[in-house]
């Protein structure tokens, strides 16, 4: 779905006036974050049945790096980690989730996410814009250990909820053992012993009959 | 709903062998936190006509931490901000979410939170433990500035969520604007600018008939 025409949710009421505009600006960027809240994901929780939303698993994985910094290889600066989960996903508010077993959606993901980032990112004040955006192309490039070990936790957590749901988004047609550790093997280049762990989960999912070995 | 007899969510399935004793520790309370995503609040959404989560929440607030800590007074280490606010309210997961404006709710609260701080935190390693249960005492007690600004955003979020859903939970019997004032005003210890923002919403909302004067 296309929200490029729709209104900006600070759009949609009165506000209160006197505002001076950088504050009002960053509240009008927050508040459309509030979107985000409603983009679901594939996989499901494991303490509710239903599908996570994007809000939900970037609150997620900022814990995960708070508690789980010390597998990171090489060590990492927490705060930014936590910085680049916190809006790893904002360009979805306009662009969609993507799964990433999915080749026909995965096509256009670059492109939709573009678009999304230039409408998303220039609502906040001229700095925080390009700081945000620039967290943003820091995850999505791994250039840095920070961005390599927040991608790594992006990769594990959905490992853990489908594993523990009984296998989730696995009992797709098509996906495989192989497919899956394509796609999430990057963990090992930002936390080799969460890959160690992941592999092991992987045999225990093939195992249980979780997922096509 | 009592979850002391319940079993862990990590106790649900069986789990890969040969996984470290610290890592599997680790993992049993990030899984054990997926609950946070179905606590509800008593706010709703903006983008969604329903009830917002505490993880969703919680989020919102850490991104909040990012955009406007300018704001604080004074000046705050973001990350530690950061980090108040994702554990803020992990005891809701076995206490459940306390409406402010509620007093029979309110009395029993901070017991049902110490006895659900006792099951929940000792699922960690020691050392993070204790400094998570370190970090909620602190929000709580709002000693430091970081626990001063966190709690101000604690507040000034379901103000911003309330008055652009049309008034939220202020329809609620019983709401007044000196009730909500007297519970949000703390936001002035952490930030001026934004309680002066608050008082101006709040204004707003009485003029618009959301909140009864």
Redesign the interface.
Known sequence: VSVERESL??E????????PAR?AA??G???E??????VLRRNP????DRR??D??H???L???A???AE?AEPAVD??RV??LV??HDLVEIYAGDTWIHDPVATAGQAEREQRAAERLFPL?PAD?ARR?RERWDEFEARRTPEARFAKALDRLQPL??N??A?GGTWHNPGVTLDGVRARTSIIDDGAP?LWA?AE??L??AVA?GQLPG
């Not at 949609?12 to 505002?19: K, L, N």
């Not at 929780?45 to 509710?48: G, H, I, K, R, T």
């Open positions: 949710l600070i949609r009421g009165e506000q209160p006036a006197g505002v504050l960053q509240l960027f927050l508040l974050c509030d979107r985000l809240k409603t929780l494991v303490a509710q996570e939303n809000a939900e970037s609150w997620h900022a814990l995960m708070v508690v789980l597998y927490v705060g936590v910085e916190l809006v906040l925080q945000l853990l909820l594993y523990n009984g012993q762990y092991r989960l045999a225990a249980h």
